[in-house]
Structures are given as structure tokens and as C-alpha cells.
Nanobody
Framework: QVQLVESGGGLVQPGGSLRLSCAAS????????IGWFRQAPGKESEGVLC????????YYADSVKGRFTISRDNAKRMVYLQMNNLKPEDTAVYYC??????????????WGQGTQVTVSS
């Protein structure tokens, strides 16, 4: 059974940093792209970043370029989202999802319960 568990969210001041973690189990994650998407209150979900099985990453949100990076550790079955210089508009529930493909297609078929990120002074 595919399971994804996000952690690392919290309250942070503008300009601060957080690292989100996604723990994967129940499938061979090394063969799949893993991505992060977010949903703010009253808004549609928005793709943020994805990393393919090869380690190549793809940005879906221009607003996070230069501030967010994604990495994966297949041996630990973990994917990380490093978020720097956070802004209030980054406030959202962040989810990690399993892409249907080994590359980043943006099509997810499994995701976790999400972790709340709040950026506020």
C-alpha cells in the first residue's frame, strides 16, 4: 500500500526557512517522480516542485524559483523540500505526491495528508 507522510511544517516568520520531509513506503519510490504541491485556503492546489527518478527537478511555480529546492534520498525513502526566504504567500498545506511516471509529469495518483506551513510575523 502506497503511503506518503509529510512532516516539517510549522509557523515561521517572513524570511525564515523550513525543510519539509516526505517519507515514502509501500512502493519502489526510486522509479517514480515525487512532487510537492500546496493548497492555500480558498485557492486551488498549485504544483510547486517535482524531482524525477533521475534526480532532475522541475519547477511548477515561478514564485518559488531561487527560494525552494527539492532533493531525494532513495536509500532512506525520503524526499525533501527546502524552503528559504519564506513569504506570507507561501502559507498553505503542503502535500507530497507520487507521479504516475519516472519523470515529472504533474500527474499524481497518491499523496499524503499534508503539512501546514504558515508564514507570518
Amino acid at each position: 500500500q502506497v503511503q506518503l507522510v509529510e512532516s516539517g511544517g510549522g509557523l515561521v516568520q517572513p524570511g525564515g526557512s523550513l525543510r519539509l520531509s516526505c517519507a515514502a513506503s509501500g512502493f519502489n519510490m526510486e522509479y517514480y517522480g515525487i512532487g510537492w504541491f500546496r493548497q492555500a485556503p480558498g485557492k486551488e492546489s498549485e504544483g510547486v516542485l517535482c524531482i524525477g527518478s533521475s534526480g532532475r527537478s522541475a519547477y511548477y511555480a515561478d514564485s518559488v524559483k531561487g527560494r525552494f529546492t527539492i532533493s531525494r534520498d532513495n536509500a532512506k525513502r525520503m524526499v525533501y523540500l527546502q524552503m528559504n526566504n519564506l513569504k506570507p504567500e507561501d502559507t498553505a498545506v503542503y502535500y507530497c505526491g507520487t507521479d504516475l511516471h519516472s519523470y515529472c509529469s504533474g500527474q499524481y495518483d497518491s499523496w499524503g495528508q499534508g503539512t501546514q506551513v504558515t508564514v507570518s510575523s
